[in-house]
């Protein structure tokens, strides 16, 4: 009880502090705008542009996850270190692959191109694999209608991994509706957060 108690209050946290791109409402920074220059000035060989793109990304993944880190031992400071850090870096990971839609939309949206791309590139590394895309929506409206929101949207990803080179036979789409949200307060602060489509992968 007490980890999740953590968990919940951690995630209430993150929903507004968190700088990924959600529905239109929310912030939508560019997670690739620290300074290549300065990366590469810390670096005596030469640097590429794709590997400082990645460099600065895992900076920017690891400044995210200890901000998380230090604020989780803020509101719980009883929390051991071992279990704060791994929470933080859950949380994290969350934020960086999965899809999110803005409010009763099913269309993917440019800004997670990025996400799909790396999800393919994952699933293509791991041929013995098959990727499950678990649709989601916020409480509001009917079950049904969630349920069928939560499909359209899992399909929609399905549909842009198969153009982008995974076999559609590889790919499962699954629809939890509203039975699954991350956060439960009913503004959107929350509801962002519930309407999205995660990355599953089974072992075959």
């Known amino acids: 009880m007490k980890k999740l108690a953590i968990l919940i209050a951690t995630l209430m946290f993150v929903a507004c502090a968190s700088p990924k791109p959600t529905s239109t409402q929310a912030t939508q920074p560019d997670n690739n705008s620290t300074s290549k220059t300065a990366v590469a000035a810390t670096s005596s060989a030469p640097v590429t542009e794709s590997t400082t793109s990645a460099s600065s990304i895992a900076q920017n993944d690891a400044a995210a996850t200890a901000k998380l880190t230090a604020e989780i031992q803020k509101i719980h400071p009883e929390a ?12 994290q990971k969350l934020h960086n692959e999965s899809v999110y839609f803005d409010f009763d939309e099913y269309v993917v949206k440019p800004e997670f191109r990025d996400i799909l791309e790396k999800q393919a590139s994952n699933f293509k590394s791991h041929k013995n694999v098959v990727v499950v895309l678990d649709g989601n929506a916020d409480e509001r409206g009917s079950a049904a209608y969630n349920l069928a ?7 929609s990803v399905k549909k842009a991994l198969v153009a982008l080179g995974v ?20 503004e959107e602060k929350c509801w962002q957060e519930n309407r999205r489509v995660d990355f599953v992968y089974e072992q075959k």
């Not at 051991?80 to 949380?91: K, P, V, Y």
């Not at 929101?149 to 399909?155: H, V």
């Open 167 to 186: 076999p559609s036979s590889k790919i499962k789409v699954v629809s939890y509706g509203n039975t699954k949200p991350i956060l439960d307060c009913h």
């Open 149 to 155: 929101l939560g499909e359209k949207r899992s399909t």
């Open 80 to 91: 051991d270190a071992a279990s704060t850090a791994n929470l933080a870096a859950e949380i």
